[in-house]
């Protein structure tokens, strides 16, 4: 009896691949590419296209490729001198064959057409309309086998004929926009834009180039995204670093952004996408050539803004700040390796005079980046140098942008906060700022379950003497007789957490606002209960409890009341708040829990998930002694 193997598979040997995995295994660098032996010149002059058609002859013996080599006559074109005598012939033979698209001897067609692309060279060039205009139609489908064969076709015919291409430069690039279309599939775009790629860095005249690209595009919105991924792979190396030439060409691409003769907007859209693309595949330790490009081109520009300064540097410098934003962000700032160069590049414009808001907005989002992403490494040092700057622009609007996007900043309250409550002033953009800086280091509690975890987030405002002004004008606002909701509500949000000097002032006057929209909430107003459950929230954060107990019946009567489908979540959210602050359990017995249930049984099956915990609030904290339970029982059952 044979014994059981100690080996098993532990995967399928043939497995099902995607069509878009397919694609991402596609590989048409020809250019890197190692020759095999049947591909070496010959000593006996024998032409690449006979070596070719004898391997094939071997590896391919469908009927369809046994009939071309009968009508091909091989025998005759052994030599170069032989195929560029019947090269019509052989052309002929070709597109024939080629435009009936038998998938079953496509390839070695194409591995035909390329030899012959190789042997011909000048003498081909006139065919090539002829052959990309085939080739383009063998594109029109989902075989990613022949999307790979016409596409490592196509990259032959670009690296056999470019001397010829790059004379014919307009021509050609206008035939290969389709392929760079956004109507066309990415792949299409991809390998179209990998494959033309080695024309475009033989191009001596870049600017000319360039000009071509933009004007051509410029008419064809669609072409932008792809020509995009184009100069793109005409700087993308291998192993994630860039090619050699893109020490000389991204500098062209930035220093383009300011070539009047260039329009910018177009090209700027393009260099999005270019750059999306580097910083996707650039590995960031080898990312020195785009920093060092990028920042060199800053430097110029911040130069000629300080020399003449017109808007039209105004403009260059803040599209090229667009791109150094775009490439900080990405990821949290992984393509930043040397942090200190951007800061002291950003510094250096900041401290410019006369800087325009849309430039100096820029540079504030940059920073913000970089003083919140989890992978850029700043010292203290660094990270107050930058901080300070923006602080010191006299720009009001970019400063509170700063405030309110930064308070996840871990020095946020040691460098910024201070300085924000100094220059505080009590208007609605300040108010709006002060808000969400502070629902976001101390959100409201909205209901009983969480008052418990509330804690205060310290507004000082003692530091510099502004105290009483500042609670004066919050009270300003609590008083007005037309009430204004969004400043109300900011300064709801904001007393909880002042210093208050006379805090018996703002509890009165609370409870008299509260008072009020009790009284108006069984018009059921959402907005009206909305406030009123923030108002009771920041009564109780002032210790005004002994308001809730004397009011508690009414607050039940007038909420219960009130109860309905629509606005049960923001009542039993006020009613948790109350309940959960009451300190004289007396106040809760079993008739008081006996009317609350006839009016929330009904919500037990509510659709809406977010009312369950409402109805179940603070039950910990009722706390009834056995013998007031049984006492109070026996009055409901006499």
């Known amino acids: ?51 070719d058609l004898e391997k094939w002859e071997v590896l391919n013996l469908t009927e369809g490729f046994s009939s071309f080599k009968k009508e091909i006559r091989g025998d005759l074109l052994v030599t170069l001198p032989q195929l560029i005598h019947n090269k019509e012939h052989v052309v002929k033979t070709l597109i024939k064959y080629l435009k009936l698209k038998e998938a079953l001897y496509l390839q070695p067609l ?114 932008i995204s792809g020509c995009g991924k184009l100069l793109f792979e005409v700087i993308k190396g291998v192993n994630g ?116 808001e849309g430039i100096i907005l820029v540079l504030v989002k940059i920073s913000i980046v970089i003083l919140l992403s989890i992978h850029i490494r700043l010292s203290q040092q660094e990270a107050s140098l930058l901080v300070d700057n923006i602080l010191a622009v006299e720009n009001e609007e970019t400063f509170l942008y700063f405030v309110d996007n930064i308070e996840e900043f871990s020095f946020f309250e040691a460098l910024i906060l201070p300085h924000f409550l100094k220059i505080f002033k009590i208007n609605t953009d300040y108010l709006r700022v002060l808000t969400n800086v502070v629902l976001k280091k101390a959100p409201c509690c909205e209901n009983g379950i969480k008052l418990k975890e509330w804690s205060k987030y310290p507004l000082d405002f003692r530091f510099n003497g502004r105290s009483q002004e500042i609670e004066t004008e919050f009270l300003k606002i609590i008083n007005e007789e037309q009430l204004d909701v969004e400043r109300f509500f900011c300064s709801l949000v904001c007393i909880s957490h ?56 009414n607050f039940l009567d007038i909420l219960l009341g009130s109860l309905s489908e629509d606005n049960a979540l923001c009542i039993l959210n006020t009613l948790s708040l109350i309940i959960s602050s009451i300190k004289d359990h007396d106040l809760i017995n079993i008739n008081v829990l006996n009317g609350i249930n006839k009016h929330l049984e009904i919500y037990f099956n509510s659709p809406y998930h977010e009312i369950y915990p409402s109805l179940f609030w603070s039950i910990q904290r009722i706390q009834i002694s056995p013998e007031k339970n049984l006492k109070s029982f026996q009055s409901v059952t006499q």
């Not at 002032?505 to 406030?531: D, G, Q, R």
Request: glycine share 0%.
């Open 241 to 356: 670093q860039f090619h050699s030439c893109a020490e000389e060409i991204l500098p062209f691409y930035l220093e383009s952004l300011s070539d009047p003769d260039v329009p910018q907007d177009v090209l700027l859209e393009i260099l999005e996408y270019t750059i999306a693309y580097i910083v996707d595949y650039i590995i960031p330790q080898k990312s020195e050539i785009f920093w060092k490009s990028i920042l060199t081109q800053l430097d110029k520009l911040s130069q000629n803004l300080k020399c003449r300064s017109n808007s039209k540097c105004e403009v260059d410098l803040e599209n090229l700040l667009k791109l150094l934003g775009q490439a900080v962000e990405y990821k949290s700032g992984k393509l930043v390796q040397q942090p200190k160069l951007v800061i002291d590049t950003i510094v250096k414009l900041l401290n410019l005079e006369k800087l325009p």
């Open 110 to 223: 194409l591995s035909l057409t390329a030899s012959l692309a190789k042997d011909l060279r000048k003498e081909f060039y006139e065919y090539y309309p002829i052959f990309y205009n085939v080739l383009l139609e063998l594109l029109d489908t989902k075989d990613t086998d022949q999307l790979e064969w016409v596409f490592s076709c196509l990259a032959y015919f670009f690296k056999y004929l470019w001397r010829f291409l790059i004379s014919d430069i307009t021509k050609v690039f206008n035939s290969l926009l389709p392929l760079l279309s956004e109507n066309k599939p990415e792949y299409i775009n991809n390998f179209a834009a990998e494959s033309f790629a080695f024309i475009a860095r033989k191009v001596k005249d870049r600017r000319s180039f360039l000009k071509l690209l933009l004007k051509v595009v410029k008419n064809e919105q669609e072409g």
């Open 498 to 553: 002042l210093n208050l000097q006379e805090p018996s002032k703002f509890k009165i006057s609370l409870s008299h606002v509260t008072n009020n929209l009790l009284e108006k909430s069984s018009n059921n107003c959402k907005n009206t209960l909305f406030l009123l459950n923030l108002t009771v929230e920041t009564l109780l954060h002032l210790n005004h409890i002994e308001f809730f107990e004397k009011n508690f019946q």
């Open 1 to 51: 009896m044979k014994n059981k193997p100690t080996r098993h598979k532990e995967e399928n040997t043939f497995k099902f691949q995607p069509f878009s995995e397919r694609l991402s295994t596609i590989n048409i660098d020809i250019f890197h590419r190692v020759n095999h032996a049947y591909e070496t010149e010959s000593e006996e002059n024998i032409c690449f296209f006979y070596q």
